[in-house]
């Protein structure tokens, strides 16, 4: 290494290599014969904290499991990533009821999963093994298909011993009760959020218990996770998200942030047109829809219907979409310091509250129509979505009636998402639709010449 920062690299390589060796990883063996070896990597990358500040030099050694054979190297594939809405809801129900956030992050999650199968892997350049040897792999690596699964079966058994259960709605969340102390730990792949009551012991005694399972860094109450700042005032009660610091990168990483702000992000009326080839370079206009749609799915319902309409005509970009491209870049210039707040006793902010829409026909290329909806709860918005629908539809009541199923769908997942979070009935769900004959059909489901044709999937409504 010859880079300025070689010293803190080799430091953090070495710390991987002792990780392996502690936990008992891999043993050393002759190369098999007849068997597949998966090659693997280092990766290395620079941890900043919301500031922008260096908080810590990572280096994982991940093994090339784009190698792996389904049914004879791994069998299931699956990580523990929790909902954003659900994260969000969390955050939601933490403001009403004044609970504390904490957060804790597990070193080398992956390497405390359990093999089953038989798995060989190449000694990444640094770890000094024998010429013709290999490692036989005990525990998951980063990289391997079924690393993911096996970390997350070993800690649903460590929550089983803590007495916490998993809910039904979002399997990476476990909670407990003792008499009226509600507790809950979030899981996103290695980064645990507990959430109880601010005078209560349960979150130290979960912590205590959790650093003698994993090697674990306590992070205090939560601040910072997935490039989302999280920041709280509890004497004015509330919680605030803001991704203005990712969006910032995005913008310099672009050369958008010197551009002119603008108050929308697109023009009413404005249809795209589909295109049988593109004119501009499609890998860069996919590259920038990509990093603006987190932003979309983390803090930022208003760009979602732009978001989503550039996304159908990825393949083929033309310059009309790349406009629209940059018109949505003038508004997120304009927009950088807006933040998704929840408050604490907002008037009808203790109940879940849902708005669904549908826009008749507006896609010029099929006619078909594009639905949204969103739900609100202490104030701020929780889940949202905006997306064309699958069919045509032959009336503008059809379409509402349409985006209120989707939008019921959500309802309903939502309602067992509390239900298993062990909250006040949030049922029934308020939900708002603005065409009375849509409305009337879900109160009485007739099926005259008008509405016979609607799908059968849609009349659970």
């Given at each position: ?162 007495g ?53 860094t ?34 310099e ?22 295109l ?12 920038v ?38 018109r ?31 826009d008749w026909?507006?896609?010029?290329n ?35 009636y ?36 849509a ?23």
């Amino acid at each position: 290494m010859a880079r300025s920062n070689a010293t803190e690299w080799d430091a953090a390589c070495k710390d991987e290599i002792c990780n392996f060796q502690q936990m008992g990883v891999y043993n050393i063996v002759l190369w098999p014969k007849g068997h597949k070896v998966v090659g693997s990597k280092w990766v290395l990358r620079i941890k900043h904290g919301p500031d922008g500040q260096v908080q810590k030099y990572k280096a994982h050694i991940v093994a090339q499991g784009f190698t792996q054979v389904e049914g004879l190297d791994y069998n299931q594939t699956f990580a523990p990533v929790v909902k954003l809405s659900t994260f969000r809801a969390i955050l939601a129900i933490a403001v009403q009821q004044n609970l504390t956030i904490h957060q804790m992050d597990v070193k080398v999650a992956y390497l405390n999963g359990k093999l089953k199968e038989e798995i060989y892997m190449e000694a990444p350049p640094g770890l000094e093994i024998p010429e013709g040897m290999v490692l036989r792999l005990n525990q998951a690596v980063y990289g391997t298909k079924q690393g993911g699964c096996v970390w997350y079966k070993d800690i649903c058994g460590t929550m089983a011993e803590m007495g916490y259960m998993r809910i039904e709605a979002d399997h990476t969340v476990f909670i407990q009760r003792h008499g009226d102390v509600l507790s809950i730990i979030a899981l996103y792949i290695n980064d645990f959020k507990l959430v109880g009551p601010p005078d209560s012991d349960d979150v130290r005694k979960d912590k205590e218990t959790l650093k003698k399972k994993y090697h674990m860094t306590d992070l205090g109450e939560i601040s910072w996770i997935l490039s989302i700042h999280v920041t709280r005032d509890r004497e004015e009660g509330w919680i605030a998200l803001s991704q203005q610091k990712y969006l910032e990168e995005v913008l310099e990483r672009f050369d958008k942030a010197n551009i002119r702000p603008i108050s929308t992000p697109s023009l009413p009326n404005h249809h795209l047109v589909c295109l049988p080839s593109p004119e501009v370079d499609a890998k860069h206009f996919q590259r920038v829809l990509g990093a603006l749609m987190y932003l979309m799915l983390g803090t930022c319902p208003d760009i979602a219907y732009t978001v989503a309409a550039l996304g159908r005509h990825a393949a083929n970009p033309g310059i009309e979409h790349q406009h629209a491209l940059n018109r949505l870049f003038r508004y997120l210039c304009g927009s950088s310091d807006y933040k998704l707040v929840y408050r604490h006793r907002v008037p009808g902010g203790d109940t879940i509250l849902g708005y669904v829409d549908a826009d008749w026909g507006s896609d010029v290329n099929d006619r078909k129509s594009t639905l949204g909806y969103m739900f609100t709860l202490s104030g701020g918005t929780i889940s949202w979505s905006s997306k064309k629908q699958s069919t045509v539809a032959l009336s503008s009541t059809e379409a509402e009636y349409i985006a209120g199923a989707h939008a019921a769908k959500e309802a309903i997942w939502l309602g067992r998402l509390f239900a298993g979070l062990q909250q006040p009935s949030s049922f029934p769900i308020p939900l708002l639709i603005d065409n009375q004959s849509a409305i009337a059909i879900t109160k009485n489901p007739e099926f005259h010449d008008r509405t016979k044709h609607i799908d059968i999937r849609y009349h659970f409504l």
